[in-house]
């Protein structure tokens, strides 16, 4: 199986950032997130300078709902990178990390009028979603006594191949305004005199591995852009969102780069701006592209059984990784002490969940493990961690974080008193 460079095989056993990762079980258990620090940066700067090289004012903001561990925003932060945050408690990741207010994009489709106070305050620009989050926030940044910044989400209306539950520009849905009434939306905004209207903003989709697309994203955006400027909108930023998917299927699945990226869509959109006579920033925000291969779940075999087919029961389930239960998404999975054996048997990976459901990776080949062995499931650093729950009450289990020689927790392992600590006893039950 081909593998990124961070993770290798040596004496039989996976390693990662050249740590062997039965040992890391030795010492912190299982279930264990495990990433590499050098890899997330060597990500970020790969799609930095890809698109650097292509047109002089870029700037990258992490999708913060990827991965919103403050060690990874913070390494992120150092090396110049804005966010994407989707939430309050995405912007206060986002500023303790050190990301600078400037580089943050405040989105969201149903933000509440605390959501639009908190984003006025920190001086951080909006993405509006719908005309009443305009008035609103014009009202929020007049009693502030100040102008707030916005561009409105855009709805290209476009069909992209990737999980539908994943695709986010398609005409029907949720976000954004249709693209036909953009115009009419920036008239009104422009109308208003507490917010100025400076950048506009779309996303398409996520775990896109065609880059055409968002070449079609880039001429709806192109097109708007044009219009805006005629109307006297001053763009300062043009978001082109996020959605560079990676191959979860490591041997089969085109993997597109972030130079495919920059070669075809930034040209669309430098021709389109220089048409306008502009020169906005270019804005991006990939979430799993940076942090999606950094990392690996180490999951322990607490049985195996053979029923109508072969299962290996082990101890990370939908609770820690929810995407192959909510997506259908496939993640490599290695024998961690057995790494380049033979592929000789074949097994469906399912976790302690109390759901049919809870199933890791249906029908694989693995090489030879029983009881006791550790698993690695590849690809778990975007949405992994994030979308974990408590489900089951299963305390969630540490992040472990590596950089060169060094390991340490960069999230400790929950308690059951971590569960029931936000519980409270109802006064008629004391
Ligand atoms: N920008 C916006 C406005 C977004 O909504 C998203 C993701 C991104 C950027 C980052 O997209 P990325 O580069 O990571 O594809 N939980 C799903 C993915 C949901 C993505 C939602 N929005 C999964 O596990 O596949």
């Given at each position: 199986m081909k593998l990124p460079h961070h993770l290798t095989i040596k004496d039989h056993h996976l390693c990662i950032g050249g740590h062997d990762c039965v040992r890391l079980v030795q010492e912190y258990g299982t279930p264990l997130y495990v990433t590499s620090e050098d890899r997330v940066c060597e990500q970020f700067l790969h799609y930095k300078e890809a698109l650097s090289h292509q047109y002089p004012k870029v700037q990258v903001l992490f999708a913060a709902k990827a991965n919103g561990n403050l060690a990874l925003m913070r390494v992120l932060a150092q090396l110049g990178a804005g966010a994407d945050v989707f939430s309050a408690g995405e912007l206060h990741l986002a500023l303790e990390a050190g990301?600078?207010?400037?580089?943050?994009l405040f989105n969201g489709s149903s933000k509440t009028p605390a959501d639009l106070k908190l984003a006025v305050e920190k001086g951080v620009k909006i993405s509006v979603d719908s005309l009443d989050e305009l008035h609103q926030l014009d009202a929020i940044a007049r009693a502030a006594g100040t102008i707030a910044k916005i561009g409105f989400r855009v709805n290209p209306a476009l069909e992209v191949p990737t999980h539908p539950k994943i695709a986010?520009?398609?005409?029907?849905?949720?976000?954004?305004?249709?693209h036909e009434k953009i115009p009419a939306a920036y008239a009104e905004a422009l109308a208003c005199k507490n917010v100025k209207p400076v950048g506009i903003h779309c996303h398409i989709g996520?775990?896109?591995?065609?880059?055409e697309p968002f070449v079609r994203a880039a001429e709806v955006m192109v097109r708007i852009a044009k219009e805006l400027t005629h109307m006297g909108v001053q763009l300062e930023f043009v978001d082109l969102g996020g959605g560079l998917g990676i191959?979860?299927?490591?041997?089969?699945d085109p993997a597109p780069t972030p130079e495919d990226y920059a070669k075809k869509v930034v040209p669309v959109f430098k021709a389109g701006m220089a048409a306008c006579g502009i020169t906005p920033e270019l804005w991006v925000e990939p979430g799993r592209f940076l942090v999606a291969d950094s990392t690996v779940l180490l999951t322990r075999v607490n049985s195996t059984k053979m029923t109508h087919k072969s299962f290996a029961n082990v101890d990370a389930g939908f609770n820690l990784l929810i995407r192959p239960a909510m997506y259908d998404s496939y993640h490599e999975v290695i024998?961690?002490?057995?790494?380049?054996?033979?592929?000789t048997t074949e097994c469906t990976v399912t976790g302690?969940?109390?759901?049919?459901?809870?199933?890791?990776?249906?029908d694989r080949k693995l090489p030879k493990f029983a009881l006791g062995d550790i698993l690695a499931v590849l690809?778990?650093?975007?949405y992994g961690y994030a979308m974990s729950s408590q489900y089951n009450s299963r305390p969630r289990c540490p992040e472990l974080l590596i950089k060169g020689s060094q390991v340490a927790l960069m999230r400790r392992g929950e308690t059951i008193a971590d569960i029931t600590g936000t519980m409270l006893r109802p006064p008629w039950q004391r």
């Amino acid at each position: 199986m081909k593998l990124p460079h961070h993770l290798t095989i040596k004496d039989h056993h996976l390693c990662i950032g050249g740590h062997d990762c039965v040992r890391l079980v030795q010492e912190y258990g299982t279930p264990l997130y495990v990433t590499s620090e050098d890899r997330v940066c060597e990500q970020f700067l790969h799609y930095k300078e890809a698109l650097s090289h292509q047109y002089p004012k870029v700037q990258v903001l992490f999708a913060a709902k990827a991965n919103g561990n403050l060690a990874l925003m913070r390494v992120l932060a150092q090396l110049g990178a804005g966010a994407d945050v989707f939430s309050a408690g995405e912007l206060h990741l986002a500023l303790e990390a050190g990301m600078r207010p400037e580089k943050l994009l405040f989105n969201g489709s149903s933000k509440t009028p605390a959501d639009l106070k908190l984003a006025v305050e920190k001086g951080v620009k909006i993405s509006v979603d719908s005309l009443d989050e305009l008035h609103q926030l014009d009202a929020i940044a007049r009693a502030a006594g100040t102008i707030a910044k916005i561009g409105f989400r855009v709805n290209p209306a476009l069909e992209v191949p990737t999980h539908p539950k994943i695709a986010t520009g398609l005409a029907t849905s949720k976000f954004g305004i249709p693209h036909e009434k953009i115009p009419a939306a920036y008239a009104e905004a422009l109308a208003c005199k507490n917010v100025k209207p400076v950048g506009i903003h779309c996303h398409i989709g996520s775990q896109i591995l065609d880059v055409e697309p968002f070449v079609r994203a880039a001429e709806v955006m192109v097109r708007i852009a044009k219009e805006l400027t005629h109307m006297g909108v001053q763009l300062e930023f043009v978001d082109l969102g996020g959605g560079l998917g990676i191959p979860y299927h490591h041997d089969t699945d085109p993997a597109p780069t972030p130079e495919d990226y920059a070669k075809k869509v930034v040209p669309v959109f430098k021709a389109g701006m220089a048409a306008c006579g502009i020169t906005p920033e270019l804005w991006v925000e990939p979430g799993r592209f940076l942090v999606a291969d950094s990392t690996v779940l180490l999951t322990r075999v607490n049985s195996t059984k053979m029923t109508h087919k072969s299962f290996a029961n082990v101890d990370a389930g939908f609770n820690l990784l929810i995407r192959p239960a909510m997506y259908d998404s496939y993640h490599e999975v290695i024998v961690a002490g057995n790494a380049d054996a033979a592929t000789t048997t074949e097994c469906t990976v399912t976790g302690p969940i109390c759901e049919t459901g809870d199933i890791l990776a249906p029908d694989r080949k693995l090489p030879k493990f029983a009881l006791g062995d550790i698993l690695a499931v590849l690809d778990t650093g975007a949405y992994g961690y994030a979308m974990s729950s408590q489900y089951n009450s299963r305390p969630r289990c540490p992040e472990l974080l590596i950089k060169g020689s060094q390991v340490a927790l960069m999230r400790r392992g929950e308690t059951i008193a971590d569960i029931t600590g936000t519980m409270l006893r109802p006064p008629w039950q004391r």
